[in-house]
């Protein structure tokens, strides 16, 4: 292993051991950032005989694999997996999909998980917000703050390139998973949510992962579904476009359009600020 990843990674378990003290509650979605924390709190409370929770969401803006990977991945890595159902769009102002839905959403699940760790007698509640989501738009994070969320991975500037490197050096199942954020990011701000919709998103994406590896994002602007891949998958995209457009049009879409810039995180977050 390279210098500087053993050096972070002997300072992510140190700063572990400190949490392992006590019962740790670490929100989980299977995902390779808190798979990455679930490792290495799984393997710290061994050795002080205290309890980590792995709380997963299930919740209907979050793709339907994704409860059945984080139940998997938690047994393979330890801890004790709880699933925790919430319904975001129970909150009037989150349906309407406003700038700061993120915030929102945040605020409503980690109160949530607060009280479920406070159930089981736990002060302090984890997430596996990274560096790099420290400087991009992520409202959500306002939230995490607020409630005083512990997120290590940021507080130790881990970025996502050296999650997935320790993740794969942890030889974590995940460690190469592509993200998988809260299906609303499909549609643009101001634009109701509509479960139907989302669930009509989730398996056209789905259907496209059939033949294209890598990060797979379909958007929907109106009329216009958007397909965003990694740029290597593009030829793959071209090649199978007969069967691609025909299947998605049978699934409902009416525009089946490619975006040349390829796959990138918060493509929705144009003209945006920032700025928390």
Not at 61 to 72: Q, R, T, Y
Not at 160 to 181: C, D, F, M, T, W
């Amino acid at each position: 292993m390279e210098k500087e990843l053993e050096n972070i990674k002997i300072k992510l378990e140190e700063a572990m051991a400190e949490y392992a003290k006590e019962d740790i509650c670490l929100a989980f979605s299977g995902g390779v950032d808190s798979s990455l924390l679930l490792k290495v709190a799984a393997d710290a409370v061994k050795k002080t005989g205290k309890k980590v929770y792995a709380v997963t969401f299930d919740s209907r803006l979050h793709p339907s694999c994704d409860l059945e990977i984080a139940a998997g991945v938690a047994k393979e890595l330890g801890g004790i997996h709880k699933v925790v159902t919430v319904d975001e769009l129970e909150q009037e102002e989150i349906r309407f999909n406003p700038v700061n839905r993120c915030y929102l959403c945040k605020n409503k699940l980690f109160k949530t998980l607060k009280e479920f760790a406070k159930g089981v007698g736990i002060s302090s509640v984890m997430d596996g917000t990274n560096e790099d989501d420290m400087h991009v738009y992520r409202p959500g994070i306002k939230a995490l703050r607020e409630l005083g969320i512990v997120s290590l991975l940021a507080q130790l500037h881990i970025t996502k390139a050296q999650v997935k490197k320790l993740a794969a050096e942890y030889g974590i199942s995940v460690a190469s998973r592509p993200s998988a954020p809260c299906m609303a990011t499909r549609l643009p701000y101001n634009t109701e949510i509509n479960y139907d919709i989302l669930e009509r998103i989730g398996q056209g994406e789905e259907f496209l992962r059939t033949m294209i590896n890598g990060n797979v994002r379909l958007r929907l602007h109106n009329d216009i579904a958007r397909i965003e891949v990694d740029s290597e998958a593009m030829e793959g995209l071209i090649n199978n476009r007969e069967r691609i457009v025909s299947d998605l049009k049978e699934m409902g879409f009416s525009y089946i359009t490619v975006d040349l810039e390829g796959f990138r995180s918060g493509s929705m977050d144009i003209g945006i600020d920032p700025v928390l």
